[in-house]
């Protein structure tokens, strides 16, 4: 299982969200290659990026800085979501250096365009699905849809999609802990693997998601909680690697 560090970008800067909400920022460093650089020397083998900005505005805002990381780290395999609606947004992340493209409102409110992503850029796309209370959230979380986060992963089962991302919004940023059981819930649901996001605080959350890992669960994306240091990154990847008890 996969130790995910995330930095999220905010008008060029490395911060993160308290459920989702733009006013409610924690600005971590103002050099957001740099602080991708701790997290790469400290052995992640996969780092998760959100453009913010470009969440809410629906295209690209902080491109450059995603183009600077992955010239900075050509061997990091990087991950990138928000505001990617488009085919050409797709192909020219990727051609930058990015790994797997996240597409997450489009997904909801376009289906079809994840089948068409997956046949352009096969084993590069990645679904986001965020929910409040099971239902998927759209546009940098702004709007709850009545779509059940379960329902939308079974449609993608056969589209080719890497990975999805499970974001638990009440959890996000909150260091309340990751909600284990809708994850696993989700990861039953479809046969694509999914990597958690959202609440994880501390070893204890990587234990719990650890233990479920044969159900489907391929990694965990951790923000707040190693900014702050309540989670040692290094040695959560450890735990993952060895399997053994800290």
């Not at 450059?64 to 990381?69: A, R």
């Not at 928000?82 to 489009?106: F, P």
């Not at 099971?134 to 999609?161: M, P, R």
């Not at 923000?223 to 989670?231: D, F, P, S, W």
């Amino acid at each position: 299982m996969l130790v995910i560090p995330a930095i999220d970008l905010k008008d060029g800067k490395c911060v993160r969200l308290r459920q989702g909400r733009m006013e409610d920022s924690t600005v971590f460093s103002d050099d957001p290659v740099e602080v991708a650089g701790r997290w790469f020397d400290a052995g992640a083998r996969r780092l998760h990026l959100v453009d913010l900005n470009g969440a809410f505005e629906g295209a690209p805002v902080n491109g450059e800085i995603v183009n600077q990381i992955a010239r900075r780290f050509p061997n990091f395999p990087l991950q990138i979501g928000g505001g990617i609606r488009s085919l050409d947004t797709i192909e020219a992340y990727l051609k930058a250096g990015v790994d797997y493209v996240i597409i997450g409102t489009k997904a909801v409110k376009e289906p079809e365009f994840v089948v068409e992503a997956c046949q352009a850029f096969a084993d590069h796309i990645i679904v986001g699905l965020d929910a409040k209370d099971g239902k998927v959230a759209t546009d940098g979380w702004a709007e709850v849809s009545d779509i059940e986060a379960t329902d939308l992963a079974k449609q993608f089962d056969a589209a080719g999609v890497s990975a999805i991302v499970y974001t638990d919004i009440a959890r996000d940023g909150m260091m309340q802990g990751v909600n284990v059981e809708a994850t696993v819930r989700l990861a039953q649901a479809s046969s694509i693997p999914v990597i958690a996001s959202g609440g994880i605080t501390n070893m204890e959350d990587i234990v719990a998601l650890k233990a479920q890992a044969d159900k489907g669960i391929q990694g965990a994306i951790t923000g707040r909680a190693i900014y702050e240091g309540t989670l040692d990154l290094a040695k959560a990847q450890h735990y993952c690697d060895a399997g053994l008890a800290m």
